[in-house]
């Protein structure tokens, strides 16, 4: 059974870079024909798609966000990452990282609080 | 982009069937077989219960159900159960971008 773990500060200032990390056990990153993407939900609000990476290599980003986001694979490590430049506190949300099959988040981390503050 | 469009909220009562609508445009739900729904119990990760329109994931109970005509989607819970109290997303793939629903709270 795939699972997924974010990891990375809970806390980043303002104009600073959000740095996550997710780790995955029970299945290669670099293996069959899936997306590994990230996922955040603000406070109370709603699900917002960042980006994905293809396991080809590709990245796709959300267009609100894409100068400021990056997607990249670790093989090595069975981890990916990603890095949010420029933040705000309306980057302030719980970060999720995910496994896509049939264009379908079908596997989740439990999530982690990232709050941008002084 | 712009998030999908679904009720802000659903009720109904145990033992009975409800539907949630989620409406996009020729760009996502309109022009592709792949919309999914994720079930989000307080403080916890989505989970898939639905992808490419109308298939369950392995271990969803077959009272959800779901279709798809035109530019909206729609998700039927039936027989009612009090875990089944949540909030619900659509999702669609939009050609190289994912969009999420708005999201809809399901009081039982």
């Known amino acids: 059974q795939l699972q997924l773990q974010e990891s990375g500060p809970g806390l980043v200032k303002p104009s600073g870079t959000l740095s996550l990390i997710c780790s995955v056990s029970?299945?290669?990153?670099?293996?069959?024909?899936?997306?590994w993407g990230w996922i955040r939900q603000p406070p109370g609000k709603g699900l917002e798609w960042i980006g994905s990476?293809?396991?080809?290599?590709?990245?796709y980003y959300n267009p609100s966000l894409k100068n400021r986001v990056t997607i990249d694979i670790d093989t090595s490590k069975n981890q990916f990452s990603l890095s949010l430049s420029s933040v705000t506190a309306a980057d302030t949300a719980v970060y999720y990282c995910?496994?896509?099959?049939?264009?379908?988040?079908?596997?989740w981390g439990q999530g982690t609080l990232v709050t941008v503050s002084s | 982009q712009s998030a999908l469009t679904q009720p802000a909220s659903v009720s109904g009562s145990p033992g009975e069937s409800i539907t949630i609508s989620c409406t996009g445009t020729?760009?996502?739900?309109?022009?592709?077989?792949?919309v999914s729904w994720y079930q989000q119990h307080p403080g916890k990760a989505p989970k898939l219960m639905i992808y490419?329109?109308?298939k369950r994931p392995s271990g969803v109970s077959n009272r959800f159900s779901a279709s798809k005509s035109g530019n909206t989607a729609s998700l039927t819970i039936s027989g009612l159960q009090t875990e089944d109290e949540a909030e619900y997303y659509c999702?669609?793939?939009?050609?190289?971008?994912?969009?999420f629903g708005t999201g809809t709270q399901v009081t039982v």
């Open positions: 490419e329109i109308t």
């Open positions: 029970g299945g290669s990153i670099s293996s069959g024909n899936y997306f």
């Open positions: 999702g669609s793939y939009a050609g190289r971008r994912w969009v």
């Open positions: 995910a496994h896509t099959t049939a264009a379908a988040f079908d596997q």
């Open positions: 020729s760009s996502d739900v309109g022009n592709y077989n792949l």
């Open positions: 990476h293809y396991y080809s290599g590709s990245n």
